[in-house]
């Protein structure tokens, strides 16, 4: 059995009850710390949003509210919002993954890396003052400390923040997760709770999950799977991919009332070569040569 459909069939198994996930994520997450690298990944992505939100907008973000969507296992993204702002954090999840376990790792890389955050953040380096003494190992505590508020599991279509209350929403290899019905009530969501002139900005990643080190699949593989036989896997968090490409989130944001000021997708770029279009299925032979080329993208947009 070829790599790729080893994976599908262990995601399969475990993927298909609540205690098979959580069986899941206690053996990768937690025994074999698969999220180890997640710490670094923030830092260098979180810098990524924040130049984006500069260079495209006039967002004030040292004040902003904001709201990072399905964090996953690590709070590092919210130690980087409180180096950033000064204003409210929110962190939603589908589920609750926050692990105490990667709490040490992720305070001492912000702390290492901040020096290189800095400048983007426009945030002197004594600024880390504001990490002094975070417990390493109490999660509620840190959260507390650092005024971060986290809600899992929290519903796509009702997220726990005013009208109007948000500045600043991101999100990293998050909304590709989300079924197409949900994602589409959680971007209507983000249109009621950022404000007007508040700030979206995700980074999306259209490839198949599981076709790393297996030669034989390319990056769109997953789109050559009947739409009805993708349904079938809608409701396993271990396998779901929306299968949305790049101009369906561009039409799913202007039509929320945003507007898209930066669609870059030239990283990964090169893994779309080998995909060949006649090997798609249906609509997805037809797809934008643009949308064949995007296999991560980066979206950013400001509320009308």
Known sequence: MARWETKWAVRQIFGGTRVGVWGYWWATAGLLRTQRAMPAKWCQWFREHVLLARRHTDLALHGANVWVI?????????????????????????????????????????????????????????????????????????????????????????????????????????????????????????????R???????????????????????????????????RRVEGNPLLHLNRFLRSDYLALLEQAGFEVRYAGHGLHEGETTGVVRERLWGRYREASEEDLRAAVSHFLAVRR
Not at 212 to 218: I, L, M, V
């Open 70 to 194: 399905d964090p996953g296992f690590t709070v590092t993204p919210a130690l980087l919002c409180r180096l950033l702002s000064d204003g409210e954090i929110l962190l939603t999840d589908r589920w609750p993954r926050l692990r105490s376990a990667y709490q040490p790792a992720a305070l001492a890389t912000v702390r290492e890396r901040f020096a290189g955050l800095a400048h983007s953040m426009k945030r002197e380096e004594d600024r880390l003052r504001v990490l002094d003494g975070l417990p390493e190992r109490d999660q509620g505590g840190l959260l507390v400390r650092i005024g971060a508020r986290y809600v899992a599991p929290a519903a796509s279509e009702r997220i726990p923040a005013e009208d109007g209350s948000v500045d600043f929403c991101l999100s990293m290899g998050a909304l590709e997760h989300f079924p197409p019905e949900e994602l589409r009530a959680l971007v209507a969501e983000m249109a009621r709770v950022i």
């Open 196 to 230: 007007p002139g508040g700030v979206t900005s995700h980074i999306v990643d259209h490839r198949d999950h599981l076709f790393h080190g297996d030669p034989t699949k390319d990056c769109f593989y997953h789109l050559r799977f009947t739409d009805e036989f993708w």
